[in-house]
């Protein structure tokens, strides 16, 4: 069965420091993975997603993610982060067909 | 402009009422689900649809029931039966048999029961 465990509630950084957020994964298949980020009261929107293609993955706004099997992760990163990267951030796993699986969140505070 | 529209952005229910939160979609997408978002539980599925006319129960379903009519609306009803109802509900859609499966989000249904 697969899962998502997202290291870190709440993670906090300066502006223009290193942006890191931690996404372990189990699944008994090749998984597809994602990252979603939501500002507040609004919908979720895709970062990245990685679907074997390559194991660094480039997304929007600057973000990358690598996947490690060996370590099973996907970790998030950016590598200056702005205030408006402020907002909730969510690592997802596919499973069956046609469902995600999601962790439970990493909200990211910037400070000036 | 595709997309996915959710009304209305608020709510608010008395104990007791059932409501329904609207989800349309013009993308064409086959597949539509609906997630509930509790703070610090990330997003849980309630229901899902892969095609018109049908639908599948998700993890939490108890106290929910949806519709598939059409293809580009799913509506949810909250029911009375549901016995915690207040959160923010989420509307999302995919094209079925890729292999990826990447969900597209509407912007969310904040629901609160007085």
């Known amino acids: 069965a697969q899962s998502v465990t997202q290291l870190g509630s709440h993670v906090s950084v300066s502006e223009g420091a290193l942006v890191l957020l931690r996404c372990n994964y189990s699944?008994?298949?090749?998984?597809?993975l994602f990252w979603y980020v939501q500002y507040p009261n609004q919908g979720l929107q895709l970062l990245l997603k990685?679907?074997?293609?390559?194991?660094l993955v480039k997304g929007i706004n600057g973000f990358e993610a690598e996947f490690k099997k060996s370590e099973t992760s996907f970790h998030l990163t950016k590598p200056s982060a702005h205030m408006s990267d402020a907002a909730e951030y969510f690592c997802a796993v596919k499973r069956g067909t046609g469902k995600l699986i999601f962790g439970q969140g990493t909200t990211l505070q910037v400070k000036p | 402009d595709g997309g996915i529209t959710q009304s209305p952005k608020y709510l608010f229910r008395k104990e007791g009422q059932n409501v329904t939160l609207s989800c349309e979609q013009n993308?064409?997408?086959?597949?539509m689900y609906w997630y509930r978002q509790d703070p610090g539980q990330g997003l849980r599925l309630i229901y899902y649809?892969?095609?018109?006319?049908?639908?599948q129960k998700g993890d939490i379903a108890e106290g929910y029931s949806v519709s598939r009519e059409k293809k580009e609306s799913f509506p949810l009803t909250v029911t009375s039966a549901q016995k915690n109802p207040t959160a923010f509900y989420l509307c999302?859609?995919?094209?079925?048999?890729?292999?990826?499966?990447?969900?597209?989000f509407g912007p969310g249904t904040r629901l609160t029961v007085l």
């Open positions: 999302a859609s995919s094209i079925p048999g890729t292999t990826y499966n990447e969900q597209f």
């Open positions: 993308l064409n997408h086959d597949a």
């Open positions: 699944s008994s298949v090749p998984p597809y």
């Open positions: 649809s892969q095609i018109v006319n049908d639908f």
């Open positions: 990685y679907t074997s293609a390559a194991t």
